[in-house]
T-cell receptor
């Protein structure tokens, strides 16, 4: 079945450094979504990418969808302590089901 | 925006008992609800998909008789963990497609189940 691989599993940075997490799917995706889960919380929707090669920005966050619609990345510029959490990508598949990547846990040294 | 209210947030139960978890969509209709299980520091594992007025679709390896799902109305889906055992202890979370395309999925706040 469809698999979504996400790396790295963990990332620790100094506050102010940049951060990037990558997702790769075994199959072409109809769309990819990104979520953030704070420690002890639930996933919160960040963004959805649909088009091949699409790039979207939300303040310091930049999301990209690959040309082949099989990979995606999330880049955070100049991290802040509020960025701490686990970032998940989720590939849109059939019947509206989402297949989640393993997540990247971001910790930040203030 | 779309909100999914999930209760209870935490529950401790004895082995052999059953626990019901409710997810209600507030201010939107959720014809489909997805139920996930999440172990500490791990990803979300889809357990089943519930559809209003029809039987739930379970993922491979998920026991239908153990995890009973009911989606009786457009705003309520329930998951009942029957005859719970310690290995069922986990974080259970529901989600529904948010109203409108491009708005992702709205998650409930999750239920931390501990079976003792």
């Amino acid at each position: 079945g469809q698999q979504v691989m996400q790396i790295p599993q963990y990332q620790h940075v100094q506050e102010g450094e940049d951060f990037t997490t990558y997702c790769n799917s075994s199959t072409t995706l109809s769309n990819i979504q990104w979520y953030k889960q704070r420690p002890g919380g639930h996933p919160v929707f960040l963004i959805q990418l649909v088009k091949s090669g699409e790039v979207k920005k939300q303040k310091r966050l930049t999301f990209q969808f690959g040309e082949a619609k099989k990979n995606s990345s999330l880049h955070i510029t100049a991290t802040q302590t509020t960025d701490v959490g686990t970032y998940f990508c989720a590939g849109g598949g059939g019947a509206q089901k989402l297949v989640f990547g393993q997540g990247t846990r971001l910790t930040i040294n203030p | 925006g779309a909100v999914v209210s999930q209760h209870p947030s935490r529950v401790i139960c004895k082995s052999g008992t059953s626990v019901k978890i409710e997810c209600r969509s507030l201010d939107f209709q959720a014809t489909t609800m997805f139920w996930y299980r999440q172990f500490p520091k791990q990803s979300l594992m889809l357990m089943a998909t519930s559809n209003e007025g029809s039987k739930a679709t379970y993922e491979q390896g998920v026991e239908k008789d153990k995890f009973l799902i009911n989606h009786a109305s457009l705003t309520l889906s329930t998951l009942t963990v029957t005859s719970a055992h310690p290995e069922d202890s986990s974080f259970y979370i529901c989600s529904a497609p948010s109203a409108g395309s491009g708005y992702g999925y709205t998650f409930g706040s999750g239920t931390r189940l501990t079976v003792v």
